[in-house]
């Protein structure tokens, strides 16, 4: 079974400062994982995703992830915050033979202080 | 291009009464898979339609079921809402789920409140 775990449910920030959103999963398959991000009263968004290929994958607005097998890993990134990136994010993963099912973590907020 | 829609935006029911939600997928799209986000959760997957059959289902009891239409549309319908279904339901489309690393578009959701 699939699961995602994204350690503390707020994140706060100064605007300009490095933003890093930590996920670990759980597959017993090569996983495929996403990031999301919900601003108020909107659905989700890609931000990015990893396939297959090169482990340093980026994304809209500035961010970054970085797939890391031994660390069962996928931490998110954005070496200086903006103010519009104040929303909540989700880690996601999904698998081969999973008819692309995500399976999501509990999200994250990010909130950016002037 | 348009993107996924979904109706209504909101909709406040009481326990017991059956529901119906819309969406459209995003054009080129032929999947749609269903989610429930309760609040300040994650969503969960509830089932997915592709060509109009049902392509996988999560932990939710058959009163929630679906249908797919010709034009890839769907409908999501609960039936004896309970309170614990108040939640944001989320649609999202994607291309044919194949490889498993398809990008699912989500559309912005049905508000469902449960009285």
């Known amino acids: 079974a699939q699961s995602v775990t994204q350690l503390g449910s707020h994140v706060s920030v100064s605007e300009g400062a490095l933003v890093l959103l930590r996920c670990n999963y759980s597959?017993?398959?090569?996983?495929?994982l996403f990031w999301y991000v919900q601003y108020p009263n909107q659905g989700l968004q890609l931000l990015l995703k990893?396939?297959?290929?090169?482990?340093l994958v980026k994304g809209i607005n500035g961010f970054e992830a970085e797939f890391k097998k031994s660390e069962t890993s996928f931490h998110l990134t954005k070496p200086s915050a903006h103010m519009s990136d104040a929303a909540e994010y989700f880690c996601?993963?999904?698998?081969?033979?999973?008819?692309?099912?995500?399976?999501f973590g509990k999200g994250i907020t990010l909130s950016v202080r002037p | 291009e348009t993107g996924v829609t979904q109706s209504p935006t909101h909709l406040i029911k009481t326990r017991g009464q059956q529901v119906t939600l819309r969406c459209s997928s995003q054009?080129?799209?032929?999947?749609v898979s269903w989610y429930q986000q309760a609040l300040g959760q994650g969503p969960q997957f509830i089932f997915q339609?592709?060509?109009?059959?049902?392509?996988g289902r999560g932990n939710f009891p058959p009163r929630f079921s679906g249908l797919q239409f010709p034009n890839y549309s769907s409908e999501l319908n609960v039936n004896a809402l309970e309170l614990d279904d108040s939640a944001l339901y989320l649609c999202?489309?994607?291309?044919?789920?194949?490889?498993?690393?398809?990008?699912?578009?989500f559309g912005p959701g049905t508000r469902l409140l449960v009285l």
């Open positions: 999202a489309s994607s291309t044919e789920p194949l490889a498993g690393g398809e990008t699912q578009y």
């Open positions: 996601a993963v999904t698998y081969t033979g999973a008819n692309s099912k995500l399976t």
């Open positions: 339609y592709y060509r109009e059959e049902e392509n």
């Open positions: 597959s017993s398959v090569p996983p495929y």
């Open positions: 990893y396939t297959t290929g090169a482990t």
């Open positions: 054009s080129g799209h032929n999947t």
